[in-house]
């Protein structure tokens, strides 16, 4: 892509979220940013914690803090624990926010290049111990039923899982899922191999 296109495709998006702020009252609606190719950490870091990123983070604008306008949730604060030991990693984090979820509550896990299960933990405290994880086919829609308050973490995370072990996590984590607020939302996750 030339200079030229660049610049015609970023005033695109300019003019595209000017009519959204209208749309929406002169809510500042969080522009969705494609993240350029980064090169993953080298040591384990967790994005969203005390605010911490860099260029490899995956979290799209809209889940790096929480955001209510006019009743509906708009933006979550999640984190990423990434986890570079691991073979597959967290390349986009998105949340489908309660404008646009159509009621539904659920997670869309895509695995480039893997047929990995999918694991749905259970009592996320801000670490990696869990009380318990729900086994997922892939490309199964999750259903997201644990409701928090924010700023609280969220109380579910997702990774995917070694098929042949109990529950033995071998990607990056995306945690602080949840309804906030009992309000429905949905997110999109896609795992790649590092």
Not at 47 to 65: E, K
Not at 90 to 115: C, F, M, P
Not at 154 to 169: E, H, V
Request: aromatic fraction near 6%.
């Amino acid at each position: 892509m030339n200079t030229q296109n660049i610049a015609r495709a970023h005033a695109l998006m300019v003019e595209a979220n000017g009519i959204l702020e209208r749309e929406l009252n002169a809510v500042p609606v969080p522009p969705i940013i494609t993240p350029p190719v980064i090169a993953p950490p080298s040591a384990a870091v967790i994005y969203g914690r005390d605010n911490y990123t860099d260029d490899a983070d995956p979290r799209s604008a809209n889940t790096r803090q929480h955001l209510v306008s006019d009743g509906k949730v708009l933006a979550v604060h999640l984190q990423v624990h990434a986890l570079p030991d691991r073979p597959y990693r967290a390349t986009a984090v998105r949340l489908i926010d309660e404008n646009n979820a159509g009621g539904n509550h659920v997670a869309r896990v895509a695995q480039v290049g893997s047929a990995e299960m999918v694991g749905l933990f259970l009592g996320y405290g801000g670490g990696l111990t869990f009380d318990s994880y729900i086994r997922h086919t892939p490309r199964q829609e999750i259903v997201i039923d644990a409701a928090f308050d924010p700023p609280n973490l969220g109380p579910l995370a997702i990774a995917l899982i070694d098929q042949y072990s109990s529950g033995r996590i071998i990607s990056d984590v995306v945690a602080s899922l949840g309804l906030p607020g009992r309000h429905h939302v949905c997110y999109e996750i896609t795992f790649e191999r590092r």
